[in-house]
T-cell receptor, first 110, second 113 residues
């Protein structure tokens, strides 16, 4: 089992749609969780941290379920500019290593 | 504010040639520094990390090496490049381990021919 697994994608959605990305992680001792966004041929950029109580930033909502070792990202009212690859990232767990998921590609079309 | 610089942006090197990629961080002291590689269509693979000057941990056996001669400087090197070394190399820094996320440099796209 991979340490961090994401939906395979790609997701193709129309503008205005709601899209959800899922991610599971294997290390129950993991302590920090993030979603990153990576545009084509660019570096990943932090989109948002994920907190145990869930958190929202505008159109983006992140959820964490520690019992199921599951993280999600919900994007509401998708924009063309949301087209990118979304990386689930899990850190801590007793070491320095932060594990990046392989990413899920999102295409938002007009 | 903190900034991270990475260069060059693109590089085409022949097989067997040496490599040196440099990464510098400004505006913070004693950052954790990381080198990642991303192959085409793949996830990020951690190559090296450093928690201080001269302290390097290697995650993946390969023909690459890393050095941290200054607190703000992280260098990725190879004596002889292989075709399989092609990829997108990213330097990143963080405060502490992982609880605040990573900030990445703009990356170096290396093609070994």
């Amino acid at each position: 089992r991979k340490e961090v697994e994401q939906d395979p994608g790609p997701f193709n959605v129309p503008e205005g749609a709601t899209v959800a990305f899922n991610c599971t992680y294997s290390n129950s001792a993991s302590q920090s969780f993030f979603w990153y966004r990576q545009d084509c041929r660019k570096e990943p950029k932090l989109l948002m941290s994920v907190y145990s109580s869930g958190n929202e930033d505008g159109r983006f909502t992140a959820q964490l379920n520690r019992a199921s070792q599951y993280i999600s990202l919900l994007i509401r009212d998708s924009k063309l500019s949301d087209s990118a690859t979304y990386l689930c990232v899990v850190g801590g767990g007793g070491g320095f290593k932060t594990i990046f998921g392989a990413g899920t590609r999102l295409f938002v079309k007009a | 504010s903190q900034t991270i610089h990475q260069w060059p942006a693109t590089l085409v090197q022949p097989v067997g040639s040496p490599l040196s990629l440099e990464c510098t961080v400004e505006g913070t002291s004693n950052p954790n520094l990381y080198w990642y590689r991303q192959a085409a269509g793949r996830g990020l693979q951690l190559l090296f990390y450093s928690v201080g000057i001269g302290q390097i941990s290697s995650e993946v056996p390969q023909n690459l090496s890393a050095s941290r001669p200054q607190d703000w400087q992280f260098i990725l090197s190879s004596k002889k490049l292989l075709l399989s070394d092609s990829g997108f190399y990213l330097c990143a820094w963080s405060v502490g381990h992982t609880n605040y996320g990573y900030t990445f440099g703009s990356g170096t796209r290396l093609t070994v021919v």
